[in-house]
Structures are given as structure tokens and as C-alpha cells.
């Protein structure tokens, strides 16, 4: 089979050709029709502690085109989405479905060949969700763009529909927590970025305000249109200088769900913590029974579709897709399909 591999830190992919893996047991080999391009790829792409080569790509749907013996869930032909935030398989936390707990990750697309190629080999069948209804491309980008926005949601929700939730960075992750927002019946969203087209994407699918955080007090003006503050702020940048605006912006009570991987520092002021009786807490991907909510979810209609940009999956698509998303010049969500 064809895999487009990363084979040093900051190089290309390239194309290369290795054997087509046999499954057995409860293991599934799935033809890759759609491959969704994330910035995280660009930071695998970059790291050089990573065993290299590396075949990334985590959001991933396709084709059944070969079982394991004991695989009763699905067969060839079948179209399947695949979470890929893998554990070890065998501890307490990843037979609850809770991979991501897991000490020994084993991501695809990270310590493992991902949706970079023509076929990946998903290590068993639990692993694979039916998305029966739902288009297939779309669907690909459920599983990270979909379900990071999801968890991070989940955690800054705090039940009241008019409470002020603010969404700071709307890139394809953002733009998906803005739709994920208003398709769980939340009303006061306001998303905060620096390009004018991705704030106009965010207000199409549900943002109630706007801020453009590069303008002069941008700060004042966010406390502003939220009334005094935020109830939640979720940072998918989470740099030094978005963190600080994010937690400046909290009032009392208020939360702070960092999910971005910029990087940067915030020092926080310990006293103001108890005394605005604050939260921070981060939040990475999710779960596979999070994931299965996230399917119904786009399945039910409610779930809002973020802008899709198609490329072909092949080298030449990886490896100007990345280099799109490095420059921050991509409006929504890059989906390569065979």
C-alpha cells in the first residue's frame, strides 16, 4: 500500500510503498476515502522526539476492505469513521473506552501509520463508528476537529443557555466549537480572532458577537459585549498573549478551558484565583464514547457544517495542506480524499 511518510523532522512527506497489513483476531484494514489535514500535524511534522517515519493524519474514514476471524461489528464494505486516540487496549481505562487516560498512548497518526496513505490498520473493530447518514468527508473531521470541540464544550458548559461563552480562535476547531455551541442549544456565544473571514465564518454558524483581538482594547471590548465577562472561555490557540486575554476576561465563577498547542506562558495572579473563585483546565481530545455522541450529534441535522476544503491525498496534498495551515491561511477544515 502507498503511505505519504514524514522521514525526519521538518521534511516532506513523501510517498513510499510498504505491505498491505493482514488482519486477524478483531483487527479491520479500511481503505481511505477522506484524510483530514490539523494543525497538530504540523507540531508532529516539526517534533523531532518522534521515531521517525512517521505516517500522520488522525481524522480518518473509509472503506472495510478486509476483517479479522473474531471481527462481528462490521465487514467489507461497510463505510466506517475511525477514532484514533488509541491506548494500550488491554488496562482498565481503555476497556471503559477511556483511551485517552490510557499512561501508554499509541495514537494513529502519531506512534502509529495514520491517514497519510492508501490503507490504515485499525487494531480492533471498537475502534470504528457507523456514520450511516452523514457525509463522509464531513464526517472524517469528526473525529478530532469534531470531537476536541466537543470535550472542550462539554467542560465549559455550565447549564444556563444565555450564560457567556466565548470562543477564542475560530480555525477550523473553533469555527467547529461555535456549531457544536449552537447545536447543543447554547445562545450567547462570542467567538474572538484576528482575521475578519473567519469571525464572518463564526457568526454564519451561530456566534451571537464578534471581537477582533488585534484591535486596540480588544479586552474592554470583549468584557463589553459579554456583560461584564465571561461565564467560559475556550482558548484553541493558547498562547501566552490569547491566554492572558482569556483569563483577563473571566468573571466570577468563571472557567478557562485551555485546548490549543501554540504554546507560550501565563502567570497567574494566586490571590485573584479564591477570591474570583476561578477554574482553569485543559482539555485534550476526547473520548470514544464522547466521539459516539458527536456522530449522533452531526447525525441528527442539528450540528452545523463547517467549511470544507478538498484536496487530493497524495504527497503533493500533505505536504501543501501543512504548509496552508503553518501560515494560518486556511478558511475552515482541509479534508484530502483518495
Not at 6 to 18: C, D, I, L, N, W
Not at 72 to 95: I, N, S
Not at 212 to 232: H, I, K, M, N
Request: glycine share 12%; hydrophobic share 40%; charged share 20%.
Amino acid at each position: 500500500m502507498k503511505i505519504y511518510a514524514f522521514e525526519e523532522a521538518g521534511g516532506p512527506a513523501r510517498e513510499s510503498t510498504v505491505a498491505t497489513p493482514r488482519p486477524s483476531g478483531h483487527e479491520v484494514l479500511l481503505r481511505l476515502t477522506h484524510s483530514g489535514v490539523c494543525h497538530s500535524d504540523v507540531h508532529i511534522r516539526d517534533n523531532p522526539t518522534l521515531p521517525f517515519p512517521v505516517v500522520a493524519g488522525h481524522e480518518m474514514a473509509g472503506e472495510v476492505i478486509a476483517v479479522g476471524e473474531d471481527v462481528t461489528t462490521t465487514k467489507p464494505g461497510d463505510v466506517r469513521l475511525v477514532f484514533p486516540w488509541l491506548g494500550c487496549g488491554t488496562c482498565q481505562d481503555c476497556r471503559a473506552g477511556n483511551d485517552d487516560r490510557c499512561p501508554d498512548q499509541r495514537p494513529l497518526g502519531v506512534t502509529a501509520y495514520g491517514g497519510y496513505a492508501e490503507m490504515v490498520h485499525i487494531p480492533h473493530e471498537r475502534y470504528l463508528l457507523d456514520i450511516t447518514g452523514i457525509d463522509t468527508g464531513w464526517a472524517a473531521t469528526l473525529a478530532c476537529s469534531g470531537l476536541t470541540a466537543y470535550a472542550a464544550v462539554s467542560k465549559a458548559l455550565r447549564g444556563d443557555p444565555d450564560n457567556e461563552i466565548v470562543v477564542l480562535g475560530t480555525g477550523g476547531v473553533g469555527l467547529t466549537a461555535v456549531a457544536m455551541l449552537r447545536a447543543l442549544g447554547h445562545r450567547r456565544v462570542t467567538a474572538v480572532d484576528v482575521n475578519a473571514e473567519r469571525l464572518a465564518m463564526a457568526r454564519e454558524l451561530g456566534a451571537a458577537d464578534t471581537v477582533d483581538s488585534s484591535a486596540e482594547g480588544a479586552l474592554e471590548a470583549l468584557c463589553r459585549v459579554t456583560g461584564g465577562g465571561a461565564d467560559g472561555v475556550i482558548d484553541f490557540v493558547n498562547s501566552g498573549t490569547t491566554a492572558r486575554l482569556a483569563f483577563d476576561a473571566l468573571r466570577r465563577d468563571g472557567k478557562l478551558v485551555q485546548v490549543g498547542l501554540f504554546g507560550g506562558e501565563l502567570t497567574l495572579p494566586t490571590a485573584l484565583m479564591p477570591v474570583k473563585r476561578l477554574t482553569l483546565q485543559g482539555s485534550y481530545v476526547g473520548t470514544l464514547t464522547e466521539l459516539r455522541e458527536v456522530v449522533e450529534l452531526a447525525r441528527s441535522g442539528r450540528l452545523p457544517r463547517t467549511p470544507l476544503v478538498t484536496r487530493p491525498l497524495t504527497a503533493e496534498g500533505v505536504n501543501t495542506s501543512l504548509d496552508d495551515l503553518a501560515k494560518g491561511a486556511v478558511p475552515g477544515r482541509i479534508v484530502l480524499t483518495a
